[in-house]
Every structure is written in C-alpha cells, then in structure tokens.
C-alpha cells in the first residue's frame, strides 16, 4: 500500500482560543498531504483541472480526535490511499507529532471523488492516475 | 427532542478556487450553530469556561457531503442534540440551502466532550446545564 | 455620505492561541460587513459577476489595531464609502465592541478596483451601481 | 539589514470563488515568514511566551495588492526586520511567484509591538533577542 508523510508546523492562523489547533484546521492539514500524495506521483491538481477537466470532491470524511496539537508543533501527516476505484479513492490519514512524544493526535478516513468539472459529474479517474495509484513502482 | 436552526451566509472567505464552500469551512459553519444552541438556552460558552472552569472538545466528526454551497448562499443550520451524558453529548447536524431548492448540502455526527480546563480531563457537565438539555421546557 | 453597520460574532474559528482574534481574520470582517453594504443598496455580487462580469479586488488595506476583540464578543462593523470613482471605491471602516465598553478595537482603510473579470483589467462600475453609490436617497 | 526568504505553497484552504488567494490569507503568509525568522535566529514564539512572558502584537499592518497568487503557486515570501526598538519591530514583506514568471505578487509593512502577556502592556525585547536582531552575525 502506497503511503506517504508530509510535515506540517503549527502557526497562530491554526490555533485558537483554548490554546490549540482549531478542529476544522486538520482537515487543512489532511488535505495539504493528500495534494502533495499526489503531486508526488506526478500530478497535480491543476494540471488535472486543465488539461483533463476533472476535480476531486471529497464526499466524506470521519476524523477521531485523540490529543490536541498545539502552537508551534511540527506535526507529521500520514496518508495511505486505502482504495482506488474508477470514479473514487479512499484515503486513511493520520496526524502525529513529529518530534517530543511522537503523539498519534488524529485520525481520518476520507472518501474523494473524481468529477467532471464542466458537467458537475463524476467523472473516472484520468487512466495514466489510476495506473500510478494502483500499480506499485 | 430538541431542535434548533441558525441561519449562516456563504461570504467569499468561506469559498475555494472550485466555486464551492471549501470543505473544513462547514465545520465552522456546523459549530457556530452548536454555540448558538447552546446559548438559546441560556449556556454562553465564555462563561461556562470563567465560572465552571469547563470546554467542549470534538472527539469525533463525520460529514457526508452530498451537494456543494456556493458563494452568496443563504443557509440554514439545523442542529438536534440526540444523546446527552453525564460528560458528553452527540449532536446531529445538517446544512440546507435557506431559499431556491432548498436542497440539502451536508450532513453531520458530532460527539462532544465536556472538559474540565485544568485538569485537561472529561469532567460531567455542569448540573444546570445537563438538566436544561435534558429535560423538555 | 453612506454609513452601514453590520454586527459580527466571534466564535472560536476567529480566534488564536493568544486568546483573541486573529489579526488575518478582522479582513474577513470587514469584508462580510462590505458585501451587506453593497447588499444593502440592492447590488448582490453574484449578480454582478453573473450579469455584469465584474468581480470587486481589494487593491490595498491599511489596518490600525488598537485592543483585541475576545471570544464570544459581539462587534460592530462601521463602514463608510469615503472615495467613489468610476472604477474604485475607498472604504473607512471600523470595528468596535457592540456591548460593554463599546471600545474602538481597529480602524482601515480599503481601496478596492472594479475589475472586468474575463479580460481582468479595470472596468467602471456599473451606471446603475455608481449611481445608488453616489447619489443620496 | 537582515532579510529572510520562505516558501509557501498555494493550497485550495487559501483561494476563493474568484480563484486566487484570499485577501486576508497572505496576511497568514507573511505571519508564517515572520515566525520563521524570529525561529532563525534561535527564538521560539512558544518558548519567548513561557520563559519571558512576552507576545508579538501587530500594531498595524498596509498591504498593497499587485498581482494574484493562483491555486497551487509556489510562492516565496521575503522579509526584512527594517526598524528594532526596545519594545517593537517594523517588517518589510513581499510575496512573489517562485518560478516562472517570479512576479510580485504583494508587499506589506508591518509593525509590532513586543507585549507583556501578564499584564497586557508594552515590554522591551528580550535582551538576548534584541541583540540578536540589531547585530549582524
């Protein structure tokens, strides 16, 4: 199974009144590595957008918050991409700290999918993707 | 049980370069119903931390996205608590557009915990806000 | 000239680890309380960009801040069309606590373009837009 | 004078409908540049706020916007402490594209004021920290 880390520092913008990060932000963060997943096997999301039309939506998401991540963290984001179908692919994402304790603070499972963004539909994956998400290098 | 909606309008910071409501942002969205909630029945969430020395931290979230708001969307946030315990309760939340096709956006389990600040530990809810949830006006 | 106020809540999406509102997020404010003036007199911007092309872009800000604005509180946003010419307008806008001591919290000033957004370049507002703007009811 | 250059990337969370980077979000960028520059040079916000007891309060800040940054832009932000007093500091930042056409993009003066968290009041610079920023190496 493909699985990739992606570092990220904690700033203000992501912290809020009780001292911690904000509980929307993760999803911030879960998303920056899914991008870089995939930048990292060679496509990016506008390049996808422009010359293929196509999008991702994310249809779903559960997260389980165990510790909160604090100011000035360095956090480390692990993705595998759990499922690939044609049309959807299913992430498991998880948030440690990457330093100190080496905390496991969340966890994630997220359901995206490919759409046509000129007909708002889903759309399969671009062939040359789902051969580099599915066949192992 | 009991039921609340709070209206929200969609402004250009909750939106991404996709023309739709960036997905972390309905968390927030999804959350100042929760403290609207809370304070329409008498329970402001400053003065619960200053006097009873408690917060409420998401354990867990899952939303199922089903259509995407756009920019300039009126919204309405509705909001049931279907389970109250001592120390938690479990909100189900949903998004629908206010006007037009009133079409139903998104959909959301949220269970909450109630911390004792300090400490940093589940503590129970306070007595008068447990009862004032509980028990039907 | 035109004055429009626009009451804003903090919640805990706008505020930081500091305890207070986070210095980015008073933009969003002031923005909001822009998009209800032009609301105000009759002009929704997705009409514009629907109808007419053309996107308004904040050219330059100058932000003074004086004393935080805190969770929970209430604010009002003071806004004022200082300057309108046929592709830009200039907005004095102010932030101030709507209860308790009713406190000046930050003062800006924003310079915001017409732009036609197919060629993106300047375009003149639209006659009926500059009109409401410039002429007193 | 000391300059300090760092990367961001563009992700979706900093765009909006329009398809450029929200207004307020490079004031986030140019907050991420700052705190690694003061990290440069050995200080840690979270250690100067729990050994000193002081916080970094912008003053003011006037950002001026040329050109937008796009979905997906590597973009470096550059900054330059122009003026060091005992109790506060004046930034000179610009944000440009990275590659291609390494187009600046925007440029803000920012001020700050060192500030006793304890007491909410000005405090001079740490000593250790202001001879750090105003000798070169």
């Known amino acids: 199974m493909k699985r990739f880390d ?3 520092r904690v700033y203000y913008e992501d912290t809020d009144a009780g001292g911690v990060v904000y509980y929307a932000n993760y999803l ?3 998303e920056r590595a899914r991008t870089e997943f995939l930048r990292s096997t060679g496509f ?3 390049a996808l957008m422009r010359d293929s039309g196509i999008v991702f939506a994310v249809r779903s998401i559960t997260v389980d918050y165990m510790k909160p991540a604090l ?3 360095e956090l480390l984001v692990s993705s595998e991409l759990a499922v690939v179908r044609r049309a959807s692919m299913l992430f498991e994402q998880s948030i440690s700290r990457k330093g100190g304790d080496r905390a496991l603070l969340c966890r994630a499972q997220v359901r995206i999918a490919c759409v ?3 007909r708002m539909r889903p759309s399969p994956l671009p062939d ?9 290098a």
Do not use: C
Not at 128 to 136: Q, V
């Open 71 to 73: 100011f000035n963290d």
């Open 116 to 118: 046509d963004v000129h």
């Open 6 to 8: 992606w570092p990220v």
């Open 128 to 136: 040359e993707l789902f051969r580099s998400l599915t066949y192992d």
């Open 44 to 46: 990016g999301q506008d």
């Open 28 to 30: 911030k963060f879960f």
